[in-house]
């Protein structure tokens, strides 16, 4: 008996690492126009792009190969969020009033293009986040829905980093963390597709994973602009720069068990800001001369 368990053991570890055996299949420049800060929906059938100062939006849809216009809007491009049946996406717009700066979110649906406010602009909110029906955001010291339309679905968790603070909205309650006691601030912080861990970097001291507690799981060295592949898989850029501009960097996939490691830019680019979508086994990501690059893995 114990000799049996013995080979089952090796035949899982076995499994395990050629699970996570990561091979590109192919690489592509996605079209011909420029696109900075690509983001993914959920199954990786569109991909929305903007500006490199992220004015306007553009969602390129893969089923036809065809482009449309979200927005015009200065900030429309910053971190857009795919509604959970991608009918929608949700975007910033700002604008100025005595000169301040004021923030609110809109949406764009695809099948009619049709533009609905969703949040009026105000002077401070976060990340929005894909709730049923619309979305979740931190806005004036506390935790927003917008929806089209009655809900029940109770609220999920959400994060999001106010300089200082990693904080984490959770069980009707906000719990401030603070994993990296010796971090200048937190920044790039999302929740894992499990809803278990936290995928943060901490400024000046690098990438890292925890528990919604804020215990450290995983340490992952230099990785800027880190975004989730699958729970076990993270893909960011290691960017170095002369203190003018970018001269180098490429992408990388990590295992969050360290034992992993891939490239998935080519060595003459300089390739930056990746996102990532595991169910169509892609990702994409832009290089300094705003081209966008899509890579699909086996």
């Known amino acids: 008996m114990k000799k049996l368990l013995s080979i089952g053991i090796v035949l899982l570890s076995i499994a395990t690492l050629s699970a996570q055996t990561i091979t590109v299949e192919k690489s592509y420049r996605l079209m011909d126009q420029q696109g900075f800060h690509p983001q993914f929906n959920t199954t990786g059938s569109m991909l929305a792009f903007t500006t490199e100062s992220y004015t306007g939006l553009d969602v390129y849809n893969f089923s036809n190969n065809a482009v449309v216009k979200v927005s015009e809007d200065p900030g429309a491009g910053f971190q857009p969020v795919f509604s959970k049946s991608s009918d929608k996406v949700f975007f910033k717009n700002i604008l100025y009033e005595n000169r301040l700066r004021k923030e609110g979110i809109k949406s764009y ?41 009655k809900t029940k679905t109770p609220v999920t968790d959400y994060v999001w980093s106010d300089g200082n ?28 597709p499990n809803g278990k861990m936290i995928l943060f970097t901490a400024a000046g001291t690098g990438t890292f994973v925890s528990d919604l507690n804020g215990k450290i799981i995983a340490r992952l060295g230099y990785l800027n602009a880190p975004v989730w592949y699958n729970d076990n898989m993270v893909v960011g850029m290691q960017d170095k720069d002369n203190g003018e501009y970018v001269t180098e960097s490429k992408i990388l996939m990590k295992s969050i068990d360290g034992k992993v490691e891939k490239v998935l830019s080519t060595p003459n680019q300089i390739a930056m800001y990746p996102t990532a979508a595991s169910a169509a086994k892609k990702v994409a990501y832009n290089t300094v001369k705003g081209e966008i690059y899509v890579v699909e893995l086996k």
């Open 165 to 192: 603070n990693l904080n984490i909205y959770r069980d009707n309650k906000i719990q401030r963390l603070n994993p990296v006691g010796d971090a200048n601030g937190y920044i790039w912080a999302s929740l894992s």
């Open 109 to 149: 649906e695809f099948n009619n293009n049709t533009k609905t406010t969703m949040l009026e602009p105000r002077r401070v909110i976060k990340q929005p986040q894909a709730f049923e029906n619309g979305i979740l955001v931190y806005a004036d010291a506390r935790l927003l829905k917008a929806t089209f339309g």
